[in-house]
C-alpha cells in the first residue's frame, strides 16, 4: 500500500492548493475508513454518488459476476452485450415513455455534451440557454453553459451563442425563442447551493420550451437517483424534459453517465453524418452491471420512501443559532453561515471529528450535506450531534 502525501501531492494532479487529504483505505455503507483505523462518516456520498452507500453488496456481487464473463470487448454501439440491454431496459422500466433511448457515456460532463450536440443536430439551431450559478461540468461545451463566470474566463474562447437566464424567474422565459436549440437546466441547482425552483417555474418553462421547439435538457448528474425522494427529481414538477442527463449516482460506485432521450430525437446521431458522438468505454459492461444493480437497490429495499422522512430528522436535529438558513429538498442539505470563514473551519473540525461535509463549488457560504440514502436514523442522530460539536467550536 502506498498513502505517500508527496506523491500524492506531486505527482497526482492537483485541482485546487489545499486538496482534502485525507487517506482512505477501505469504505462500507455510510463510512470511510483511514489506513490507522479511523472512521469518517460520509456525509456527501462522494460528492452525489454513493446514494446506495458504499459497496453494496449487491452492487459488489454484479461486478463480480460481470467480471467473470467479460471486460471491455469493443467501443460503445457495435457489438450486443448483455449489461447494457438490461441496464437500458430498466431504464425504459423506470422513466416516461418519451426517455426511452439511452446513449451510455463515462461522466457527467461527457452525457451533458452529447445532450448539447443533440439538441442542435435535432434542431437544426445553435443558440443555446442556460441559466446563471449553474454548473454543468468541466469540459469545453459543459462548462461553456455553466454560470460561474470566473471559473471560466480563463479558458475562453468557449461555446459561442450561449445566452444566460436566471433560475425560477418566469419573466426571463421570453429569453428562449424559434432561435434556440435547447434550454439546459439542473432541475435542482447543486453547486449554487441546493436551489429549488417552482412548480409553477418549470410549468412555464416547459410550456415555453414547447411553444419554441426548443429542446428542454434536465441535468440531473447531482438530483437523480433518488436523491430528491423520487428517482428523478423532474417527477416532483409534472414535467418530463426532452433529453435528460445522469451520471454520478447512477453507477453506484463505478463511472458511468447517460443521456436519454425519445428513439425519434436520438436517431439524429446515427445519420448525416454517422457517428455523431462516439465514444470508447461507453457502455462499459461492469460500469453498466453496477448500474443496473443500483437501480435495483433503490427499488427493492424501497429507499425512496424514507428519504423525505430522513431529510426531516436532520433538519429537526440541526438547529444551531449559527445556523443562517438551511435549503433542502430530501436529502439534499445547503446549510448556509455568515461567512466562508467559518464555514471553512467547521469543515476542517468535521474532519477532525470524523464527519466529511464539503464546499459548494460556486457558493461559498454554505456547506453540503448529501449522505447516502440508505443512512439510519440513528446514525443521522450521531452525524447531527459531530455536526453540531464542529459547529460549536467554528
Ligand atoms: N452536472 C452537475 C449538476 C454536476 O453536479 C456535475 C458534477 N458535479 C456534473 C454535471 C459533471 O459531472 P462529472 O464530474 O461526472 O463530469
Same mark, same amino acid.
Given at each position: 500500500?502506498?498513502?505517500?502525501?508527496?506523491? +500524492? %501531492?506531486?505527482?497526482?494532479?492537483?485541482?485546487?492548493? #489545499?486538496?482534502?487529504?485525507?487517506?482512505?483505505?477501505?469504505?462500507?455503507?455510510?463510512?470511510?475508513?483511514?489506513?490507522?483505523g479511523k472512521r469518517y462518516t460520509d456525509l456527501i456520498s462522494g460528492i452525489?454518488? &454513493?446514494?446506495?452507500?458504499?459497496?453494496?453488496?449487491?452492487?459488489?456481487?454484479?461486478?463480480?459476476?460481470?467480471?467473470?464473463?467479460?471486460?471491455?470487448?469493443?467501443?460503445?454501439?457495435?457489438?450486443?452485450?448483455?449489461?447494457?440491454?438490461?441496464?437500458?431496459?430498466?431504464?425504459?422500466?423506470?422513466?416516461?415513455?418519451?426517455?426511452?433511448?439511452?446513449?451510455?457515456?463515462?461522466?457527467?460532463?461527457?452525457?451533458?455534451?452529447?445532450?448539447?450536440?443533440?439538441?442542435?443536430?435535432?434542431?437544426?439551431?445553435?443558440?443555446?440557454?442556460?441559466?446563471?450559478?449553474?454548473?454543468?461540468?468541466?469540459?469545453?461545451?459543459?462548462?461553456?453553459?455553466?454560470g460561474n463566470e470566473i471559473k471560466k474566463a480563463a479558458f475562453r474562447p468557449?461555446?459561442?451563442?450561449?445566452?444566460?437566464?436566471?433560475?425560477?424567474?418566469?419573466?426571463?422565459?421570453?429569453?428562449?425563442?424559434?432561435?434556440?436549440?435547447?434550454?439546459?437546466?439542473?432541475?435542482?441547482?447543486?453547486?449554487?447551493?441546493?436551489?429549488?425552483?417552482?412548480?409553477? #417555474?418549470?410549468?412555464?418553462?416547459?410550456?415555453?420550451?414547447?411553444?419554441?421547439?426548443?429542446?428542454?435538457?434536465?441535468?440531473?448528474?447531482?438530483?437523480?437517483?433518488?436523491?430528491?425522494?423520487?428517482? +428523478?427529481?423532474?417527477?416532483?414538477?409534472?414535467?418530463?424534459?426532452?433529453?435528460?442527463?445522469?451520471?454520478?449516482?447512477?453507477?453506484?460506485?463505478?463511472?458511468?453517465?447517460?443521456?436519454? &432521450?425519445?428513439?425519434?430525437?436520438?436517431?439524429?446521431?446515427?445519420?448525416?453524418?454517422?457517428?455523431?458522438?462516439?465514444?470508447?468505454?461507453?457502455?462499459?459492461?461492469?460500469?453498466?452491471?453496477?448500474?443496473?444493480?443500483?437501480?435495483?437497490?433503490?427499488?427493492?429495499?424501497?429507499?425512496?420512501?424514507?428519504?423525505?422522512?430522513?431529510?426531516?430528522?436532520?433538519?429537526?436535529?440541526?438547529?444551531?443559532?449559527?445556523?443562517?438558513?438551511?435549503?433542502?429538498?430530501? %436529502?439534499?442539505?445547503?446549510?448556509?453561515?455568515?461567512?466562508?470563514?467559518?464555514?471553512?473551519?467547521?469543515?476542517?473540525?468535521?474532519?477532525?471529528?470524523?464527519?466529511?461535509?464539503?464546499? #459548494?463549488?460556486?457558493?461559498?457560504?454554505?456547506?453540503?450535506?448529501?449522505?447516502?440514502?440508505?443512512?439510519?436514523?440513528?446514525?443521522?442522530?450521531?452525524?447531527?450531534?459531530?455536526?453540531?460539536?464542529?459547529?460549536?467550536?467554528?
Amino acid at each position: 500500500m502506498n498513502f505517500n502525501q508527496d506523491i +500524492f %501531492l506531486n505527482n497526482i494532479a492537483q485541482t485546487t492548493p #489545499f486538496p482534502y487529504s485525507i487517506s482512505i483505505e477501505r469504505a462500507e455503507g455510510i463510512y470511510l475508513y483511514a489506513p490507522d483505523g479511523k472512521r469518517y462518516t460520509d456525509l456527501i456520498s462522494g460528492i452525489g454518488v &454513493s446514494n446506495i452507500g458504499h459497496r453494496h453488496p449487491t452492487v459488489i456481487k454484479a461486478i463480480k459476476d460481470q467480471l467473470d464473463k467479460h471486460l471491455h470487448v469493443m467501443v460503445y454501439g457495435e457489438f450486443i452485450q448483455s449489461s447494457p440491454n438490461l441496464l437500458a431496459q430498466k431504464l425504459n422500466e423506470i422513466l416516461p415513455p418519451n426517455l426511452n433511448c439511452s446513449y451510455f457515456v463515462n461522466s457527467g460532463t461527457e452525457a451533458n455534451e452529447g445532450a448539447l450536440k443533440l439538441a442542435k443536430r435535432y434542431t437544426g439551431r445553435t443558440e443555446i440557454v442556460s441559466f446563471r450559478k449553474s454548473y454543468h461540468g468541466s469540459t469545453h461545451g459543459s462548462m461553456s453553459v455553466s454560470g460561474n463566470e470566473i471559473k471560466k474566463a480563463a479558458f475562453r474562447p468557449l461555446l459561442p451563442d450561449v445566452k444566460f437566464i436566471t433560475f425560477n424567474t418566469i419573466l426571463d422565459l421570453q429569453h428562449i425563442t424559434t432561435r434556440t436549440a435547447c434550454v439546459i437546466m439542473e432541475t435542482i441547482q447543486g453547486d449554487a447551493g441546493v436551489r429549488v425552483p417552482s412548480k409553477e #417555474f418549470m410549468l412555464a418553462l416547459r410550456k415555453r420550451c414547447d411553444e419554441t421547439g426548443a429542446l428542454l435538457i434536465l441535468d440531473e448528474i447531482q438530483c437523480g437517483m433518488g436523491r430528491t425522494g423520487t428517482f +428523478f427529481a423532474f417527477e416532483q414538477f409534472n414535467i418530463v424534459p426532452d433529453i435528460l442527463t445522469i451520471a454520478k449516482a447512477f453507477g453506484g460506485g463505478l463511472p458511468i453517465g447517460a443521456f436519454i &432521450s425519445d428513439k425519434k430525437i436520438m436517431n439524429c446521431l446515427t445519420h448525416d453524418p454517422m457517428l455523431g458522438h462516439i465514444t470508447t468505454f461507453g457502455g462499459n459492461p461492469i460500469c453498466c452491471a453496477s448500474a443496473l444493480a443500483t437501480l435495483n437497490v433503490i427499488q427493492d429495499e424501497k429507499l425512496l420512501d424514507t428519504v423525505e422522512e430522513k431529510g426531516k430528522l436532520f433538519e429537526k436535529l440541526l438547529v444551531h443559532a449559527k445556523i443562517k438558513e438551511i435549503r433542502r429538498i430530501g %436529502l439534499l442539505f445547503a446549510i448556509d453561515f455568515d461567512s466562508e470563514e467559518r464555514v471553512n473551519r467547521i469543515v476542517e473540525k468535521g474532519k477532525e471529528l470524523g464527519i466529511i461535509c464539503y464546499w #459548494f463549488l460556486s457558493h461559498p457560504y454554505s456547506f453540503r450535506i448529501a449522505p447516502p440514502l440508505t443512512i439510519t436514523h440513528e446514525e443521522i442522530q450521531e452525524s447531527c450531534a459531530l455536526i453540531l460539536k464542529a459547529i460549536d467550536n467554528s
